[in-house]
């Protein structure tokens, strides 16, 4: 199980830092990632990470704005955002491939397992 927190209110220009933790096993997931899901969108792959290069990849949205890492003695996924804006407000899914191992390949094609999201909302 995925369980993500760290999501709420924050201005734009503000940071926050989502977490990720897989409860009951180890993340040794080939590949970990964060989704979002703005109001009247579809979803969309943000930042994703493979665990066996930790070759990363962000969306051209969040591109030097977003940072994901991992913490393997820690069992958790980070995504740093920083310098928010408005049309980042979403909800943030961590989420992970069985099999796939590519960073690029989870954050275009989608997951096996989804988290249940924490809600991040950018405004003044």
């Known amino acids: 199980q995925l369980v993500e927190s760290g999501g709420g209110l924050v201005q734009p220009g503000g940071s926050l830092r989502l977490s990720c933790v897989a409860s009951?096993?180890?993340?040794?997931?080939?590949?970990i990632g964060w989704f979002r899901q703005a109001p009247g969108k579809e979803r969309e792959g943000v930042s994703c990470?493979?665990?066996?290069?930790?070759?990363?990849y962000d969306s051209d949205s969040v591109k030097g704005r977003f940072t994901i890492s991992r913490d393997a003695a820690a069992n958790t996924v980070y995504l740093q955002m920083n310098d928010l804006r408005v049309d980042d407000t979403a909800v943030y899914y961590c989420?992970?491939?069985?099999?796939?191992?590519?960073?690029?390949?989870?954050?275009?094609?989608?997951?096996?397992?989804w988290g249940s999201g924490t809600l991040v909302t950018v405004s003044s």
């Open positions: 990470l493979s665990s066996l290069n930790d070759i990363t």
């Open positions: 009951g096993f180890t993340l040794n997931f080939p590949a």
């Open positions: 989420a992970a491939h069985l099999t796939r191992s590519s960073s690029y390949a989870l954050c275009q094609n989608g997951p096996t397992d």
